[in-house]
């Protein structure tokens, strides 16, 4: 029975079954100051199965970023039309990600989802860690260490050593690389780029292929993620989660149903309802995986076959799409930084959210295209806006409640975001015949 169940389905039973016991557990433990050896077990082991699943992922983030931008940029680049096409997608990836995030925070600004009375909020924060009260103002001393933060973001974006920026995780000097090495790939003798594509593309092939096999365990790895942070952070985390949580999906509908379609009429005169249809698979898998690189295959194969756009676009724009342009991750970072400094009672300057706004933008472009991977950008901008590691990991563990709704939600985005982008850019290349056969 469980085995013909949809991968999406399993994940919500997971996620119910985690809030269920890890609330349970929660609320029979309430008044007890010593927790009970089981709820210390059960603490220990989903955390185990939790930590299991997130490894598996990390593990697959390097090679599928550095396999997928080859591949795209080999096909592409030694095509004459490289340098006009490259513009043109990272401006349009750039206007989609400034919109998103402005978007976000409007809607944060305006809903401030973080003003929670003073005895609400001490609570939530005494169920992340035991962290003495006083700490937290030393936490801010260092709130303007954002220029630096960007600087030191340009300056990773050409690591010195391509094996260091691979053990640390700096996927930006990654992707840097990886359109170069795509872009000489692409000019090798003929002999040379035939066995260096093939080989790039089947390893590209099997990442996939292993990405697919990891996501397959995530039912159990939301409920080993959900499981240990409801037991600890109860009920009431849940109240102040919902208005963060509608303010993330408030903005993601408003970037959905009203930016992306101005954009696909205006700049590509595209029927928004028949480029959502055709679409529909590639934004119903990436609402099921929550990651946009898994997603990936589904969404070459709806844009080409479904909306009708060229293979030489579509291979252009949607590997880099998916790595490079995440207009519902952008969206959630800016959220979940002005949240989080309005839970810990943090001004906001224009200054300090300019930052944000820009470091949403640039960590957006790094962030892999797999679930939960903008916590880590998260952990960068809160860095760069001078939140100290442990009001960081307070944080993080306090959005991380909702994160895979949200995650499923934004990853929808980010993957439709990306498919308006090989539409709009199809349409200004010439291409016609759009949306023939939606269904087939
Ligand atoms: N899961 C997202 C994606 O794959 C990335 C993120 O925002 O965590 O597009």
């Not at 100051?33 to 089981?38: L, M, S």
């Not at 990836?93 to 809607?107: D, E, K, N, R």
């Not at 001004?347 to 880590?376: C, K």
Request: aromatic share 10%; proline share 3%.
């Amino acid at each position: 029975m469980m085995k013909k169940l949809a991968l999406h389905w399993k994940i919500l039973i997971a996620l119910i079954l985690a809030f269920s016991i890890g609330l349970w557990a929660n609320f029979s433990t309430e008044t007890s100051t010593e927790k009970p050896a089981w709820f210390e077990n059960l603490h220990y082991f989903s955390n185990f199965v939790g930590s299991l699943f997130l490894n598996a992922l990390k593990m697959v983030v390097i090679p599928l970023v550095m396999t997928s931008i080859i591949c795209g940029v080999a096909k592409i680049g030694e095509d004459k039309d490289f340098g006009r096409l490259g513009i043109k997608t990272l401006l349009f990836y750039s206007l989609t990600g400034l919109l998103a995030v402005i978007v976000g925070l409007l809607c944060v600004n305006l809903i401030e989802p973080g003003h929670v009375d003073a005895d609400l909020r001490e609570r939530m924060l005494a169920g992340q860690t035991s962290m003495e009260s006083g700490k937290m103002e030393r936490a801010f001393q260092h709130a303007d260490g954002g220029l630096k933060g960007i600087l030191e973001i340009f300056q990773r974006m050409i690591p010195q050593n391509l094996f260091k920026a691979a053990v640390e995780g700096q996927l930006l000097g990654l992707i840097f690389f990886s359109l170069l090495f795509g872009f000489f790939v692409a000019r090798l003798p003929k002999k040379l780029n035939e066995s260096q594509t093939a080989f790039w593309e089947g390893l590209n092939t099997a990442i996939l292929s292993i990405t697919n096999f990891v996501i397959s365990f995530a039912p159990y790895g939301v409920f080993g993620l959900v499981t240990p942070t409801l037991m600890m952070v109860g009920i009431e985390t849940i109240f102040v989660m919902g208005t963060f949580a509608s303010t993330v999906l408030l903005g993601l509908a408003i970037h959905s149903f009203m930016v992306l379609p101005l954009l696909l009429h205006f700049l590509g005169k595209i029927s928004f309802f028949k480029h959502f249809q055709a679409l529909s698979p590639a934004l119903l898998t990436a609402f099921s995986t929550a990651s946009s690189s898994a997603t990936l295959p589904v969404t070459l194969d709806c844009i080409t076959k479904r909306a009708g756009v060229s293979k030489k676009i579509a291979s252009f724009t949607l590997p880099l799409g998916a790595t490079m342009n995440m207009d519902g991750t952008a969206l959630f970072e800016c959220v979940v930084v002005v949240f989080l400094a309005q839970l810990f009672g943090v001004e906001m300057t224009w200054v300090t959210q300019s930052t944000v706004v820009v470091m949403a933008l640039l960590t957006s472009i790094g962030v892999a295209g797999i679930p939960s991977a903008s916590l880590v950008a998260i952990i960068v901008i809160l860095h760069a806006v001078g939140f100290s590691e442990a009001t960081i990991s307070i944080g993080v563990g306090v959005v991380f409640v909702v994160d895979r709704i949200l995650d499923m939600t934004r990853t929808a985005v980010n993957v439709l975001g990306d498919s308006c982008a090989a539409a709009i850019i199809g349409k200004s290349e010439g291409e016609t015949g759009y949306y023939a056969n939606p269904r087939g």
